[in-house]
Structure formats: structure tokens, C-alpha cells
């Protein structure tokens, strides 16, 4: 018998080189659904600051700030989605900066808003220890993606780099 039956289920050599699968669906969330997220969680502090504002005095500076921060954070997400969508060099890094961005941020936050919010300490600690779990959840499971994906390292790095350590420039 010959083995050709068996060279259909050989992977090919290029099969999972692409922007497709999950890799679409983290692009997608980076480029739209991020900053969509950081929109509403931006509008439901803008709505809370005039409750607390008037009993705490810098949580609306605080805020203020919190929030431009937060954008900046999710245009780096969107800056990296485009690059990753493009299959553009240093979009993997572009990634793993914003994952990082994203965790200091959040741990920031947190620590500002709470210590600036002091009578509404508890109920400020409660919503933003939510998102940042959340946020965690999607930097975990996002970096291992990005860590073990064949296609990732199929279509962003060179095959022959043990390491995955060049950026494929072709």
C-alpha cells in the first residue's frame, strides 16, 4: 500500500500562517471591544463622580486622571490589534506592552481610587477589584495565546528560531 491516503492528514506547511481563527477574534476584541469597555466603564465613573465628589475631596482629580490613563492604555490596545490584524513587525511586543499596561493601570487605579475615595472606600474597592479580576482573566488567557499558539508563532516569527525570538519581516 502506498501512503498517500496518509499525506492528507500531514499538516501543511503553511496552514496556520494568517490572521485567522482566535487570532481575528483577539484583534476584534483589542480594536473594538476594548475601547468599548474603557467608553463604558469611563461613562459609569463620570456618573458616579458627582455622588462622591461632593463627600471626598481629589476623588473627581483622581478620576479625571484615571480615566485619560485608561484611554491611553486602550489606544495602545488598538494600536496593537491593528498591528497584529496587519501582521506588522514588533506586533507581538505592541501585544505584551498593552497586557502589561493594562495590569499596572488597573493595580494604579485601584490604589488611588480607594485611598482618594475614603468614606466610599468599600463600594469603590468592590467595582474595581470586579473589573480587575475580569481584566486579569483577559491578560491571562490572552498571553497564553499569544505564548502557545501555533498560528501566532507561524505567522509572526521564524520557523526556524527555536526561541521564537526574530519577528518574521517578510
Known amino acids: 500500500m502506498s ?19 482566535w487570532l481575528v477574534l483577539f484583534c476584534i476584541e483589542l480594536i473594538l471591544l476594548n475601547p468599548a469597555a474603557t467608553l463604558t466603564e469611563s461613562l459609569y465613573w463620570l456618573s458616579v463622580t458627582t455622588i462622591y465628589a461632593r463627600m471626598v475631596f481629589g476623588f473627581a482629580v483622581t478620576l479625571y486622571i484615571s480615566i485619560v490613563i485608561h484611554a491611553l492604555v486602550s489606544l495602545l490596545g488598538v494600536i496593537a490589534g491593528l498591528f497584529l490584524l496587519a501582521v506588522k513587525p514588533y506586533a507581538i511586543k505592541l501585544a505584551k506592552a498593552y497586557f502589561i499596561a493594562l495590569v499596572i493601570y488597573y493595580i494604579l487605579s485601584a490604589g488611588l481610587l480607594s485611598l482618594s475615595s475614603g468614606i466610599a472606600a468599600g463600594r469603590v474597592a468592590v467595582i474595581l477589584w470586579r473589573w480587575q479580576i475580569w481584566s486579569f482573566v483577559f491578560v491571562v488567557v490572552w498571553y497564553s495565546y499569544l ?24
Open 3 to 21: 501512503s498517500a491516503p496518509n499525506a492528507q492528514y500531514a499538516p501543511q506547511p503553511n496552514q496556520y500562517k494568517g490572521v485567522n481563527g
Open 147 to 170: 505564548k502557545k499558539s501555533k498560528r501566532v508563532k507561524a505567522t509572526y516569527f521564524d520557523a526556524d528560531e527555536e526561541e521564537h525570538i526574530k519577528l518574521n519581516l517578510k
